[in-house]
């Protein structure tokens, strides 16, 4: 546990569940944290805001909030933006990089703005796709495009798209999930995710699918996904990948710890990123807690070393505000 003895950590909410399309993985991550944290010895309670309220956070005297809410409410500043009201100190990113980094787009300006590897997109705003559309959507994409909902998580509503009619299909699924929907140049090459603590990347993992793409089955229900860590790389592209990561992660103002996705391109070899988890899965076999374990850290410690950032941030409203 560090510097820090349970006590120090106070009444510990464990908030998780929620309202988005990512709920169950939700429910999953927050039970496998709180059983953590009792195993530490830190008073820690689970607080579902679509069963308990939001009102069970702020009412039951909780010292800190470790975030596992998935998705929308959860990573987007919301529930974020709830605890800086109330000055409650909460894990991971802020009110800003947390909205940022849900926003599939505005990540994508704000790294092409710093000059960092992103791959060719296009933006379909809601309404019907006619045929003529899409075919000329499709030839500005290089042919072949991942379509997906730019504020959605673990592959929600995504799916590939190669002819018009199956770009006119997957918009259309899309878009029962999202008004804004991206059309991102489909990557030929092998998928990479790197966790970032404190700052620092974790070792890198390759993540190996024999689906179409890495999405929402083969991250949560298959038994033929597997993940390579360490991911096989040189030492020169491992330490490349590490300061990538380091500077994506950065550059959205992002805090604490999360994950950042990429492709490496089969043809030329570059890196282009992909987007940023700041609430990752946290189950036994999720990823961050499979890079931690390569870095020599337990499921125990790593849950501990994310409450931990909880201590760091200046609140966004200071100690001024007198909240009723």
Not at 33 to 55: E, F, I, Q, R, T
Request: negative net charge.
């Amino acid at each position: 546990m560090g510097a820090r003895s349970a006590a120090d950590y106070g009444k510990v909410a464990v908030v998780y569940g929620g309202y988005s399309a990512e709920r169950e993985i939700s429910l999953v991550s927050g039970e496998s944290v709180h059983k953590a944290l009792l195993s530490a010895g830190v008073d820690a309670y689970k607080v579902d805001p679509k069963v308990d309220g939001l009102a069970a956070i702020t009412d039951q005297g909780f010292d800190r909030v470790w975030n596992a809410l998935h998705g929308r409410g959860g990573e987007d500043g919301v529930i974020q933006g709830f605890l800086e009201l109330h000055q409650i100190p909460y894990t991971g990113s802020g009110v800003m990089a947390s909205a940022i980094a849900m926003d599939k787009l505005r990540t994508k300006l704000l790294w092409s703005a710093q000059g960092l590897p992103v791959a060719k997109h296009k933006m379909v705003s809601t309404g019907s796709l006619s045929l003529v559309e899409a075919d000329k959507l499709l030839a500005e994409v290089n042919g072949c495009v991942m379509v997906k909902p730019i504020h959605e998580g673990s592959s929600v509503g995504m799916a590939r798209a190669d002819t018009a009619e199956s770009l006119q299909q997957a918009v259309a699924k899309a878009q029962q999930f999202d008004q804004e929907i991206m059309l991102e140049e489909w990557i030929n090459g092998e998928e990479f995710t790197v966790a970032v603590l404190n700052g620092k990347a974790l070792p890198s993992i390759r993540v190996e699918t024999p689906h179409t793409f890495y999405d929402f089955n083969a991250k949560y229900s298959s038994n033929q996904t597997e993940y390579h860590c360490p991911s096989g790389l040189s030492s020169d592209d491992e330490q490349a990948l590490a300061r990538l990561s380091e500077k994506a992660f950065a550059a959205l103002g992002c805090f604490g710890w999360g994950r950042v996705d990429f492709m490496r391109d089969s043809k030329t070899g570059d890196w282009l990123l992909l987007e940023v988890n700041t609430v990752p899965g946290m189950t036994q076999s999720s990823l961050v807690p499979k890079a931690a374990k390569v870095s020599g850290i337990s499921f125990e410690e790593l849950v501990l070393k994310v409450l931990d950032t909880s201590f760091e941030r200046t609140p966004i409203l200071g100690s001024q505000l007198e909240v009723n």
